[in-house]
C-alpha cells in the first residue's frame, strides 16, 4: 500500500486559542482539581481549576506590566516543572508565543534559538541557566528582560502586575485566533543547525482534540476513578508541549516531574498514581529491567521470564483476535495467565503507580517484544510516530486494534503517502507552517501542503506503519549494500545489559557497531554472578559480558540477511550523553559526532 487515509474526527475551533480552555474549564467547574503541584515538602498538592486560572492571570497580567506584547517571543529554559506550564497559558492569554530552551543546552545553543527566534523575554529555572544566558546576553540586542523561577519570577510578575484590570488581558486574549502562532520549536539539531518549527494554536488544537477523541479510553478512566497523567517528558519537546495541552483542554489530572530518570521517576509514579503516561521506549525498558532484577535478586528469575512469556503469547493470541486471525487466548493460556497475574503482573504496573492501563509512546522505536509483554501485563502502550512539524504524533496504534511493533495508522485526518524512494509524506491539519526565517528549509520540506519527513517506512494493507528507518542514516557499505540501522541498533539495545549502540560501516567493507553498558544492570549482572566491581577499563574486556553483549548482537542480526548484519562490535566504556554533545536533548544518537568523538575505536573495528 502506498498510501492511507483516515477521515477526521474533530475540526480545530473556528476563534479562539490555547488559553481559552482555562477561563472556560475555570467558569464550568472551579472547584475540578485541574492539576497537582509538589510541595517544597516532597507532597503533591491539588490545585483546581479556579485556582490556575488565577495563577494564569495574574502572571499574565505582571507579563503585560514588563511590556510583554502580542506576538512577542519569550524563551523558557527550564526543566518540566509546574511553572512552565504557568508561564505557558499566561504567555498564551496575553497573545505572546513561548520558545522552548533544553535545560542542558550550551550557550552556543541557547544564544542559537534565542537570536534566531528574535526573543525580547526569557524565563530561566535557576542561576546556572541565567548565567548561561548572561554569558551571550551581548550578542543579544532584542533580549530585554530574563526572570528566573527559582529567584521568585512569579511573585515578582504577580507582584507588577497587580494594578491592572483583568480586562486589559481579555482583550489580549480575544485577539488570539486559532492561525496565532502558539510557539516556536526548534528541532533537536542532529544533522545541523537546529530550526524553528513554527506551530500554530490551531495545529495543537486539532491534534490534541483528535487524541482526546480518538484515544477516548487513554484519557477516560472509570467512574470513581479520576484520569491523571504525569508528565515527565522535557517540555522543550513537542511531545511534552503537546501531553501539557491535551491534558489542560481534555480536563485531565497532571503533574509535573523533572527528572527523566528511573531512580527520581519511580518514586513519583508511586506518589501521583496516573492512570496513563506518555513516555519514551527507554522508561518502559527500564520498568521491565527494574522488575526483571528485582525477581532475580529474589531467586525468582525463572518465573519472571516464565511470565514474560506467558504475558507475550497472551497479548499476540489478543492481537490475532483484533485482527480476526485466530481465536484469541486459550483456556490453558489464560489460566497461565491468571496464575502470573498477582505474581508479577501486578507488581510491574504497581512500579508504575498501581492504576496505569494504558500509555502512549514515542521519540524512538518500541521492540515489539516489549509492547506484548505490557499489554499480556495489563498495560497497553500506544505506539506512534510524529516529529516537531507535526505537532507531535501523526500516527498511532488505535485502542481497539493494536498492531505491536508498528507505529500505527494516521491520526484521524492525516494522510501518510509513501514516495517512490520509500520516504514518508504526511498531510494533515496538525502540520506546521513552515520554519522560521527559513525559506529554503521550508519549501524543502513542504510540498504543497505534503510534509516530507526524511524518515523511510512502509504501510501494510491495513494501513498501519512502520518506520525502518531516515534517509539520511541509511548506510552504504564499500560493496554498495544499503543498510538502515535503526532496526538493528534497537534490537541490541533490547537486552539489559546494554545501555546503547550505534551502527556503522558506510563506505567500510561490513557493518560493525559501537555498544554501552547500562551500569545499574551491570553492577547487578556481576552481583548475581558473584564477581567483584569491576573498573570501566576491565568491564569492557570481561569475556563473560562480551559473549552477554554478543548474544544481543545476534538476536539483532537474525533481522537482516547475512550482508546486513552487524560483524564485528566493541563496548565502549562509557555511555554516550549530551553533556559531551553525543546525544540530542531527546536523547537521540548524534551520529556523526559519535563517530569522530570515536574514530579510533571505529577504526579498530576493520582492522
Not at 510541595?39 to 483546581?48: A, L, M, S
Not at 508541549?241 to 489542560?248: G, I, K, L, N, Q
Not at 492501563?357 to 515489539?368: E, V
Request: proline share 6%; hydrophobic share 45%; glycine share 10%.
Amino acid at each position: 500500500m502506498r498510501e492511507f487515509t483516515v477521515p477526521p474526527l474533530v475540526t480545530a475551533p473556528p476563534v479562539g486559542g490555547l488559553a481559552d480552555a482555562v477561563f472556560d474549564h475555570a467558569e464550568q467547574d472551579p472547584h475540578r482539581v485541574a492539576l497537582g503541584r509538589k510541595g517544597e515538602d516532597g507532597q503533591w498538592q491539588d490545585v483546581t481549576a479556579g485556582r490556575f486560572r488565577d495563577e494564569v492571570l495574574a502572571v499574565a497580567k505582571g507579563l503585560l506590566a514588563h511590556g510583554v506584547r502580542f506576538g512577542d517571543r519569550v524563551a523558557i529554559m527550564s526543566r518540566t516543572r509546574y511553572e512552565w506550564t504557568l508561564f505557558d497559558f499566561a504567555l498564551w492569554t496575553v497573545g505572546a508565543q513561548p520558545v522552548p530552551v533544553y535545560p542542558t543546552a550550551s550557550a552556543d545553543q541557547v544564544f542559537w534559538t534565542l537570536y534566531d527566534a528574535g526573543v525580547t523575554a526569557c524565563v530561566v529555572e535557576h542561576e546556572d541557566h541565567a548565567m548561561t544566558v548572561g554569558s551571550v546576553i551581548d550578542r543579544l540586542p532584542m533580549l530585554g528582560r530574563l526572570w528566573q523561577l527559582d529567584a521568585g519570577a512569579e511573585a515578582e510578575l504577580v507582584l507588577a502586575g497587580a494594578d491592572i484590570d483583568d480586562e486589559v488581558v481579555h482583550r489580549h486574549r480575544r485577539a488570539v485566533t486559532p492561525d496565532s502562532v502558539a510557539t516556536v520549536v526548534y528541532t533537536s539539531g542532529t544533522t545541523g543547525r537546529p530550526r524553528g518549527c513554527v506551530i500554530t494554536h490551531a495545529n495543537f488544537m486539532y491534534e490534541c482534540d483528535t487524541l482526546l477523541a480518538r484515544w477516548e479510553p487513554v484519557f477516560r478512566s472509570g467512574p470513581g476513578d479520576g484520569a491523571a497523567t504525569l508528565l515527565f517528558l522535557p517540555l522543550a519537546h513537542v511531545f511534552g508541549r503537546m501531553v501539557e495541552v491535551a491534558a489542560v483542554r481534555g480536563r485531565v489530572r497532571f503533574g509535573h516531574q523533572p527528572v527523566l530518570a528511573a531512580q527520581a521517576l519511580m518514586p513519583d509514579l508511586l506518589a501521583f498514581r496516573p492512570t496513563f503516561i506518555l513516555a519514551v521506549p527507554y522508561i518502559f525498558e527500564k520498568v521491565c529491567d527494574g522488575a526483571r532484577r528485582a525477581a532475580e535478586a529474589g531467586g525468582k528469575a525463572g518465573v519472571f521470564d516464565k511470565a514474560v512469556e506467558v504475558a507475550v503469547r497472551y497479548a499476540e493470541a489478543q492481537e490475532h483476535r483484533a485482527f480476526g486471525t485466530g481465536p484469541g487466548p486459550s483456556a490453558a493460556l489464560r489460566l497461565q495467565h491468571q496464575f502470573f497475574e498477582k505474581a508479577v503482573y501486578a507488581k510491574v504496573r504497581e512500579a508504575m503507580g498501581g492504576r496505569v492501563r494504558h500509555a502512549m509512546s514515542g521519540g524512538s522505536g518500541m521492540d515489539r517484544r516489549l509492547g506484548l509483554f505490557f499489554a499480556g501485563a495489563g498495560v497497553t502502550i500506544f505506539e506512534g510516530y510524529g516529529l516537531t512539524e507535526t505537532t507531535a504524533a501523526a500516527t498511532a496504534n488505535p485502542p481497539e486494534r493494536t498492531r505491536f511493533g508498528t507505529v500505527g495508522l494516521p491520526l484521524p485526518g492525516t494522510t501518510v503517502h509513501i514516495a517512490d524512494d520509500g520516504e514518508i509524506w504526511l498531510h494533515g491539519p496538525q502540520i506546521f507552517s513552515g520554519y522560521l526565517n527559513d525559506p529554503g528549509a521550508t519549501e524543502a520540506v513542504l510540498r504543497e501542503g505534503w510534509l516530507a519527513t526524511g524518515d523511510i517506512g512502509a504501510l501494510d494493507g491495513d494501513g498501519y506503519l512502520t518506520i525502518t528507518g531516515r534517509k539520511k542514516e541509511i548506510l552504504v557499505t564499500s560493496g554498495g549494500k544499503s543498510v538502515s540501522p535503526t532496526g538493528l541498533e534497537e534490537r541490541v539495545r533490547a537486552h539489559p545489559l546494554v545501555a546503547q549502540c550505534i551502527v556503522v560501516g558506510n563506505d567500510r567493507p561490513y557493518i560493525a557497531a559501537l555498544v554501552t553498558l547500562d551500569q545499574d544492570a551491570v553492577d547487578h549482572w556481576l552481583h548475581m554472578r558473584n564477581k567483584p566491581p569491576l573498573a570501566p577499563a576491565d568491564l569492557v574486556r570481561d569475556p563473560d559480558l562480551e559473549t552477554e553483549v554478543r548474544r544481543a548482537v545476534v538476536a539483532a542480526n537474525t533481522l537482516v540477511s547475512q550482508p546486513e548484519s552487524i560483524r564485528t562490535f566493541r563496548i565502549l566504556a562509557r555511555q554516550f550523553s549530551e553533556e559531551h554533545g553525543l546525544l540530542t536533548p531527546s536523547l537521540k544518537l548524534k551520529r556523526k559526532a559519535i563517530e569522530a568523538a570515536y574514530a579510533v575505536e571505529v577504526e579498530a573495528l576493520y582492522r
